[in-house]
């Protein structure tokens, strides 16, 4: 025991004389003190210490907010989390939700559909005196890809703050989290039943890990943006949180504008050889869905673009029928035209040239040609307009060119960014 104290002692004299108070105590945890650990609602957590750019921070990765989505729950709205003896180990992050993203050609399948998990983290320096307030993070990625996990949209600027506590998160992605059927077989939106599951578990158990219940700011970009937006309109999701941050992205925006799920459930029961695809009863297809195996599922997505991210998000949020667990009823824009929306401060933002998010189809040679032979059939679906207005739109911003070259590429980058982001923040404000 004294040789103990005496490493400890000498340890503590060492990082303060060579390190700096803030980083001296950072070190100095890590090195001789226990993990975090935090007794909830949900059930005790270990999590990690992280030293952070400027100030260390205590990370929770990977704490379970629902039941796996898998067998007889996939495509079923999430079932709250059963809990679990002993410390739950959040030293790591858990895998994203499984996705291919196609934004970015090449890319490989990823994740899991074992992916409902959220990530705490909290300052280093809090001490119980006052709780935090709290910032809810929802990830973009065209409701296909990305996550809420560090390796993309880590906690490090925050932490800076020091006086915030910061809860990421993971939803279910693309054909597992935005298949609709047009009926209660499938009943869809289950990425956004998700995501309040996620706000749900934070009021319960965040002021467990020193945050403010009664002071939550929901946040998001792209597709997360539109998500939030959403959860304003929702009358479950209104009371979970009290400020909202839209950082790219409205439910006003076109990607999200409502297609014809059932149609579109049975393209999808083709493309994947579902028995009887056009005949069976949609509760037969859930049930064989059920069964598929997941990466035939994902890879299935790609036959429902008509070019390259064309449309750019090919499965989207769909309005449902007025059942018990039904998180959208009507179609977004018209909740929001009439006021229905929870009134809370809001802040809304773009940024400059928001439209490179489609320099993929600029940067290959070949796919810009295939592109420029059919823009007047490519350029209404990847920006969702009437066929009729192509060339009103062209002339707009190509002048006497209806085709896309060096001299342009810029303008059809403000062309998408005006129609998908700039556009429907200025009509939500």
């Not at 009134?343 to 490179?356: D, R």
């Not at 990847?382 to 303008?411: C, E, T, W």
Request: glycine share 8%; aromatic share 14%.
């Amino acid at each position: 025991m004294k040789l103990y104290l005496l490493v400890l002692v000498l340890l503590a004299n060492y990082y303060t004389t060579n390190a700096g108070n803030i980083s001296a105590n950072a070190l100095f945890k890590k090195s001789v003190l226990s993990p975090p650990e935090v007794c909830a609602e949900c059930g005790c957590v270990r999590g990690k210490f992280e030293s952070g750019r400027k100030k260390s921070y205590d990370a929770f990765y990977g704490i379970p907010y629902a039941e796996p989505p898998v067998g007889k729950l996939r495509y079923e709205s999430p079932v709250p989390h059963s809990g679990w003896s002993g410390y739950w180990d959040a030293s790591y992050p858990r895998d994203n939700c499984l996705q291919k993203n196609y934004f970015l050609p090449g890319q490989p399948v990823s994740g899991s559909e074992d992916c409902l998990y959220l990530n705490v983290y909290r300052p280093s320096t809090w001490k119980g005196k006052k709780k935090l307030p709290v910032m809810v993070w929802i990830h973009g990625g065209a409701y296909l890809a990305f996550s809420g996990n560090p390796d993309q949209f880590g906690p490090e600027y925050l932490m800076d703050n020091g006086e915030v506590i910061l809860v990421t998160l993971n939803y279910r992605l693309g054909i597992l989290g935005f298949l609709c059927s047009g009926d209660d077989a499938v009943k869809g939106n289950f990425g956004l039943k998700d995501q309040q599951m996620a706000l749900q578990w934070v009021a319960t158990n965040i002021e467990y890990f020193g945050g403010d219940s009664s002071s939550v700011t929901l946040a998001g970009q792209s597709a997360g943006a539109t998500s939030v937006n959403l959860h304003m309109m929702n009358s479950k999701s209104q009371a979970l949180f009290h400020r909202v941050i839209l950082m790219s992205g409205t439910a006003l925006t076109p990607f999200i504008y409502p297609i014809d799920h059932a149609a579109q459930f049975r393209t999808v029961a083709n493309l994947i050889n579902l028995k009887d695809s056009g005949t069976a009863s949609t509760y037969n297809l859930a049930y064989q869905l059920k069964k598929v195996d997941a990466l035939s599922l994902i890879l299935s997505v790609e036959r429902l673009f008509t070019f390259v991210a064309t449309p750019p998000v090919p499965l989207r949020p769909c309005i449902e029928g007025d059942w018990e667990d039904a998180f959208m009823t009507e179609d977004p824009r018209r909740v929001w035209v009439e006021g229905r929306f929870a009134q809370k401060p809001i802040l809304v933002g773009t940024v400059s040239k928001e439209g490179v998010v489609q320099s993929a189809v600029t940067v290959n040679k070949t796919l810009l040609q295939v592109f420029n032979e059919n823009i007047y059939n490519f350029l209404p679906i990847q920006m969702d307009f009437h066929p009729r207005y192509a060339a009103d739109v062209l002339r707009f911003y190509f002048g006497d060119k209806d085709y896309i070259d060096d001299s342009n590429q810029q303008d059809y980058f403000n062309m998408f960014g005006d129609r998908i982001f700039g556009y429907p923040a200025i009509t939500l404000v």
